[in-house]
């Protein structure tokens, strides 16, 4: 057998598991790697950070749905990439990561550049590789897409010292993967399933609660089918925005501590909660002492430990959200159709009474809602939405339309600011044919724009709208509402040209700062296809986010606005006229 390097061994391992981009930044360690890459099918987005790296890679994985790749050197190369690490952790994006390690006689002598990357990253992958034997990495690589992309999708480090990159190897191919501790259970339950479609079926005020396991496992059309089957309204999580149309009549919105009044009502009062890919997040319980307390659960998910962590389910399912659905579907069987008239009917009441608003005065500054409602019309709604973290998060997912699955991507678990940038970039290199756009703030943009100059070099035209309120507005609206308005180092006050600054990295700067410029400056971004565009919207700086439940709350509060907190008799209906 001829004898090839464990890098070469590595590169094409990649190309086997069918990798066709990675993202990266090289150096001394992982250099041995970047030689047979140069010579490989495979495309390498040269990163300007390995945190860009890193969420680019998300950014593809969430945009194509199949794991992401990216690669750093050792040392602060591999500590870079432990925010995306963790980000992709804890929103289950698969991504298999590759960092350089100094030789293996340096590790553990303070070498230069060596950090203890399989310890740091220990708590932040799902799984993490450290190989000391070129003889290795081609198991490594195929169990590492084999435990990224299985059960709970995650982030999977391989670190790789030096010379057993440069070592020979007889061992071209991976063995049949062989884990013993490693099952993912997917096959849900009938008799379960049995249970659950007896309750449904009783229910007088159920909610189907779905999340991100539900884009993850591409059940979205059996969400669809089960809703309309058992006449069940429909919440969404952040994560799970595009798991059930917006536009469908029994789509409530998101619920949560930015959701819809509608959504976050609907599960407070319901008798059955239908939680299918979701993990009872605190930003959708609130407190969970107060939460759903009426409802029986049906908790399925891929992951066993979310089962019973937040809330006990009566009827727990372990499974893949796919799987789990066809089984409720198939018990199901050809029922009738459940009369659910009043309902429906309490909740298209609370529909037409607390809407989603916002006050866009003609000669008054640019409310970012109708940013993101003009972006929605003149672009049909036909993008991929990315956001960055913060108001301008809560306003797009408020504002968009999803009506389909991997069509929005944003940080939710995390919450990573400098998230949009990096990631639209990798969406774009994986899905080239479809329009990118990503909602940032000013705040985020600042964190990770330099990204951009990796956009124009690999002729990447994402297209960037920048909600610049001057601030970080998010954490502003918080002082606003619970410090009396002192605003401790919130304010970025407003000394950047962004124009300017975006037209030096090679992408072309347009600006809107009055209501008539919004719509005209975003066909013009729309019609520039050859260059990443950055669009500044000059917006007020004192919009806040609404609805919202204060963090810890209870949902039975929903703050409508600055000073209306609608509270509810805990057993009853909404007593609007209760004032705090
Ligand atoms: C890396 C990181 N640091 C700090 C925070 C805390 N944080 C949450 S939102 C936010 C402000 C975001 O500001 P901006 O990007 O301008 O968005 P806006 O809320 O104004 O829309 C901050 C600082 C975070 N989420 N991530």
Known sequence: MTKRTGAEVLITSLESEGVDIVFGVPGGAILPAYDPLYDSPIRHILARHEQGAGHMAEGYAWATGKVGVCIATSGPGATNLVTPLADALIDSVPLVAI???VATRSVGNDAFQEAYTV????????????????????????????????????????????????????????????LPGYKPKSEGHYRKAKEAVSLIASATRPVLYVGGGIIKAGAHEEVRRLAEAANLPVVTTLMGRGAFPDHHPLALGM????????ATTAIQKADLLIAIGVRFDDRVTGDPASFAPHAKVIHADIDPAEIGKVR?????????ARRVLGQLLDEW???EVPDRTSWLTVLDGWRREYPLHYDQQPDGPIKPQYVIEELYRLTGGDAILVSGVGQHQMWASQFWKFDEPRRWINSGGLGTMGFAVPAAVGAKAGMPDE?????????????????LITAATEQI????????????????????????GRFSATLLGDKVDYVQLVEGMGCVGLRAQTPEEVAPVIEKSLAIDDRPVVVEFVVDPDEMVFPMVRAGGTNDEVMIGPDTIVKQDPNGIPRLDMQP
Request: aromatic share 8%.
């Open 99 to 101: 960092t350089g390690q």
């Open 119 to 178: 310890g740091i990253t220990m708590s932040a992958t799902k799984h993490n590789y450290f190989v000391t034997n070129p003889d290795d990495i081609a198991d490594a690589v195929h169990e590492a897409f084999h435990i990224a992309a299985t059960g709970r999708p995650g982030p999977v480090l391989i670190d790789i010292p030096k010379d057993v990159l440069a070592g020979l190897t007889t061992n071209h191919t991976p063995q049949e993967i062989h």
């Open 255 to 262: 619920s949560g501590m930015h959701g819809t009044y509608t």
């Open 312 to 320: 006990k389910a009566d009827v727990p399912i372990v499974g893949d």
């Open 333 to 335: 069987g050809d029922r």
């Open 435 to 451: 329009l990118v756009y990503a909602i940032d703030g000013d705040g985020c943009f600042q964190m990770t724009l330099q990204e």
């Open 461 to 484: 035209p994402v297209k960037i709208a920048i909600m610049n309120n001057g601030a970080h507005g998010m954490v502003k609206q918080w002082q606003e509402l619970f410090y009396s």
